[in-house]
């Protein structure tokens, strides 16, 4: 009687979470696709614009632009503080490593009306700044970083420089496409390219605990268990908190019937994020592995609460209570599965064989007609 949904592969878009051990060779980046023209004035009105909507507060962004600018001739050098904040709150966001954020060494101040736009250079821009004409037009490449509303002011990070991008970029934007063409492979199930595509961001930087991640989901696609579980063991050892890889490593222990394992996997995932029902979910499909049905329920039932839409979560609670003879609620999950796709056999199929448990032949009967009418292939009562 078992016909449990299975869980999905969780598919991680990334972050980009980067600490550049190694520069990989140079190769063309289109760098066209990656940022996008806009001129200084439409940047000031956007931060005009969201400092009137959100008067208080910081908006963290990653947009990234191409504009120019006239050469002011010198930058300011940023003081210890300005260093400090830059490198610990991104850090602390996981949004950009200090690897690439301790390459930022001045800044420039663009002032119009009350608002201002603060772009930062690394060292090796700010020396070629210096011995340039001064009002000779500056192509730069930029990261829109944040706007910070209190201030009026928007903070932009240069990373190229005449179509040149500093090297703590070049590795930011090589490990970006590639992990963005391996989690493409993967949506399209080529995940043997999607493999190689991770591996090269891997390569690029090794402490990349997303690449590790998606390259786990591509080995767990293909059944590499001892793969994936190698992969997502190594993502986590990168970031101790990735609750996604915990929950990923778990159902692969399920698959090979290491069932500590995890279990374990699957507790901790819930530790680091107890509202995210597929943890919940995931859970209830280990206990019915176990033939703990009880148990399952619990996890199922909990999962439904967190998620509404986890609808299989509400066939599996159904599905559990009748394995752990708990007809009443296993009737009550049916009905209300029944009552949101009335067209699915499975709802019918459970709530048939459900009264036939308790004894209600006619209308379990009736129930697993009505089922096969709407593709149930199964025996029906004679």
Request: aromatic share 14%.
């Amino acid at each position: 009687m078992k016909f449990l949904i299975r869980s999905a592969i969780f598919l991680l878009t990334f972050q980009t979470v980067l600490s550049f051990c190694t520069i990989p060779k140079r190769v063309k980046l289109e760098t066209d696709s990656i940022y996008e023209p806009i001129d200084i004035n439409s940047l000031h009105n956007y931060t005009v614009e969201y400092s009137k909507q959100y008067t208080s507060g910081v908006g963290i962004f990653s947009s990234t632009y191409k504009i120019t600018i006239n050469n002011p001739g010198t930058l300011t050098e940023i003081d210890t503080e300005e260093s400090y904040f830059l490198n610990e709150s991104y850090r602390l966001m996981m949004t950009l490593p200090k690897k690439y954020t301790e390459a930022y060494t001045h800044k420039l101040i663009l002032a119009k009306d009350n608002n201002k736009i603060i772009i930062l250079f690394p060292y090796v821009f700010a020396k070629k700044i210096q011995n340039l004409p001064q009002g000779q037009p500056l192509e730069l490449f930029v990261l829109h970083t944040y706007i910070n509303s209190f201030e009026k002011n928007m903070t932009l990070l240069a990373e190229g420089m005449f179509g040149e991008l500093s090297d703590q970029a070049f590795s930011l934007r090589y490990s970006y496409q590639s992990m963005r063409a391996g989690i493409q492979y993967n949506k399209i199930g080529k995940f043997r390219e999607a493999i190689i595509e991770f591996n090269s961001a891997i390569r690029t930087d090794p402490n990349y605990a997303d690449a590790y991640y998606n390259r786990g989901n591509s080995h767990r696609a293909l059944g590499e268990h001892e793969n994936a579980i190698k992969s997502y063991t190594e993502a986590i050892g990168q970031n101790p908190r990735f609750s996604l890889a915990y929950m990923n490593r778990a159902l692969e222990y399920q698959s090979i019937k290491n069932y500590p394992e995890a279990l374990k996997d699957i507790e901790d995932a819930i530790k680091l994020n107890p509202n995210f029902h597929d943890n919940h979910y995931n859970k209830g499909i280990i206990f019915d592995d176990l033939n703990r049905y009880e148990e399952s329920l619990v996890c199922y039932e909990r999962a439904y609460e967190l998620e509404k839409s986890n609808t299989d979560a509400l066939m599996n609670a159904s599905l559990a209570a009748l394995n752990a003879n708990k007809f009443i609620t296993a009737n009550k999950y049916a009905e209300h599965y029944i009552e949101r796709f009335p067209n699915d056999y499975r709802g019918y199929y459970l709530r048939g064989i459900t009264r036939l448990k308790i004894g209600n032949k006619d209308q379990g009967c009736e129930d697993l007609s009505k089922a096969k009418s709407f593709g149930y292939q199964g025996q029906v009562c004679k």
